[in-house]
């Protein structure tokens, strides 16, 4: 399986973006599919999840009633839609995928990593 994420750029603060997860390779529908997010000289962090059904989602604290996950499996694509953004933000997102269908919150729980795409948040 291969992920391609894009979408990132500059934006203001209070502004949004879309990020999008397009995986080839094989289909992914029953996979569980995360983002998460690296800023400079910290760790890779939790930031959305979705469940292999779609029918559970899961976001870090400090992204929720701002962000928002969501999947086109018929795409084979993953969204992480991002409103308010925060100049805390700021970080290159990654979006990974699980083969077993549950959502985790650590980078290991991950079997498949797309190349990132860096979102910049300007105050």
């Known amino acids: 399986v291969q992920l391609q994420a894009c979408g990132g750029g500059l934006v203001q603060a209070g502004g949004s973006l879309r990020l999008s997860c397009v995986a080839s390779g094989r289909t992914t529908s029953s996979y569980a599919m995360g983002w998460f997010r690296q800023a400079p000289g910290k760790e890779r962090d939790f930031v959305a999840g979705i469940s292999g059904s779609g029918g559970s989602t899961y976001y870090a604290d400090s992204v929720k009633g701002r962000f928002t996950i969501s999947r086109d499996n018929a795409k084979n694509t993953v969204y992480l839609q991002m409103n308010r953004l925060k100049p805390e933000d700021t970080a290159v997102y990654y979006c990974?995928?699980?083969?077993?269908?549950?959502?985790?919150?650590?980078?290991?729980?991950?079997?498949?990593w797309g190349q990132g795409t860096q979102v910049t948040v300007s105050s």
């Open positions: 990974a995928a699980e083969r077993g269908g549950s959502v985790r919150y650590t980078v290991r729980g991950y079997d498949y």
